[in-house]
T-cell receptor, first 114, second 114 residues
Framework: ETGVTQTPRHLVMGMTNKKSLKCEQHLGHNAMYWYKQSAKKPLELMFVYSLEERVENNSVPSRFSPECPNSSHLFLHLHTLQPEDSALYLC?????????????FGSGTRLTVV | SQKIEQNSEALNIQEGKTATLTCNYTNYSPAYLQWYRQDPGRGPVFLLLIRENEKEKRKERLKVTFDTTLKQSLFHITASQPADSATYLCAFYILTGGGNKLTFGTGTQLKVEL
């Protein structure tokens, strides 16, 4: 384990379902991130939280809704997704957003929308 | 906008040889450049960070160079082993006001053969 834990590892959901992805880190990091990784594409930054405050939202559709209740936990709530949303969703954390330190990633949730 | 280019074709090399992966960028130089390793179905793992005022960084069998004139970073693995087979991602961290973020390339797949 890297120190960032994501659950579930795999998720299959229908387009009308509502589900949530969970991310947890106990590294004492102050910044957490959601990335989407699709085949043959670079990682796409979705949301950034710094000290529990959302600081970036990269034009992500409203069917994705993040939540950061405390500095150790990050959620991504999903509802009425589309098949093109199928991808690997990665959570990451870093000490902060300004020192250029490496990110610690979780193993990801492989999401399939049917 | 800033673009990061990595060779999309897989690199196949023989065990024991040095693998060299290339990362090119356009426009302005990043403050930090990072390299990650990603195995199938897993999240990226941070390997090395190099700052724009550094020419070279080493860690065990890994070496990264950063040439701001050529707008290029090279990632070397010496004495490569089959266990080094993975996809390697370069990422730029650009310091711009409140919009600091890590942007990734698509990655280059490395295969080390016996």
């Amino acid at each position: 384990e890297t120190g960032v834990t994501q659950t579930p590892r795999h998720l299959v959901m229908g387009m009308t379902n509502k589900k949530s992805l969970k991310c947890e880190q106990h590294l004492g990091h102050n910044a957490m991130y959601w990335y989407k990784q699709s085949a043959k594409k670079p990682l796409e930054l979705m949301f950034v939280y710094s000290l529990e405050e959302r600081v970036e939202n990269n034009s992500v559709p409203s069917r994705f809704s993040p939540e950061c209740p405390n500095s150790s936990h990050l959620f991504l709530h999903l509802h009425t997704l589309q098949p093109e949303d199928s991808a690997l969703y990665l959570c990451a954390s870093s000490q902060d957003r300004y020192q250029g330190a490496g990110y610690t990633f979780g193993s990801g949730t492989r999401l399939t929308v049917v | 906008s800033q673009k990061i280019e990595q060779n999309s074709e897989a690199l196949n090399i023989q065990e024991g040889k040095t693998a060299t992966l290339t990362c090119n960028y356009t426009n302005y130089s990043p403050a930090y450049l990072q390299w990650y390793r990603q195995d199938p179905g897993r999240g990226p793992v941070f390997l090395l960070l190099i700052r724009e005022n550094e020419k070279e960084k080493r860690k065990e069998r890994l070496k990264v160079t950063f040439d701001t004139t050529l707008k290029q970073s090279l990632f070397h693995i010496t004495a490569s082993q089959p266990a080094d087979s993975a996809t390697y991602l370069c990422a730029f961290y650009i310091l711009t006001g409140g919009g600091n973020k890590l942007t990734f390339g698509t990655g280059t797949q490395l295969k080390v053969e016996l």
